[in-house]
């Protein structure tokens, strides 16, 4: 079985920062595309930042500047570098990752981890 495990969220001040990471773990072949997905209250689940396996990324305009998105693929683990908080960035965030693993290529999803920024 595959699993992505997060870690690193919590509570902090606006203009405070914050690093998540998300390990993948199980049989894995080899991993595309990792993301960073975030639902706040009352809202649809959004995409928030992406990054290949060759590095490259996106990021949705609301975060551009601020957050960071990397990836240690020796290591199965994508982190997000969140700095410059604000306290519309409160949600849950959630990890993804597009793995071909057990002969089978589909979207794993982290359990999420809560990320609060208070004004």
């Known amino acids: 079985q595959v699993q992505l495990v997060e870690s690193g969220g919590g509570a902090v001040q606006a203009g405070g920062s914050l690093r998540l990471s998300c390990a993948a773990s199980?049989?894995?072949?080899?991993?595309?595309?990792m993301d960073w997905y975030r639902q706040a209250p009352g809202k649809q689940r959004e995409l928030v930042t992406s990054?290949?396996?060759?590095?490259?990324?996106n990021y949705a305009d609301s975060v551009k500047g601020r957050f960071t998105i990397s990836r240690d693929n020796a290591k199965n683990t994508v982190y997000l570098q969140m700095n410059s908080l604000k306290p519309e960035d409160t949600a849950v965030y959630y990890c993804?990752?597009?793995?071909w693993g057990f002969g089978v290529r589909r979207d794993y999803w982290g359990q999420g981890t809560q990320v609060t920024v208070s004004s």
């Open positions: 199980g049989s894995i072949f080899r991993i595309y595309n």
């Open positions: 993804n990752a597009d793995i």
């Open positions: 990054i290949t396996s060759a590095g490259s990324t």
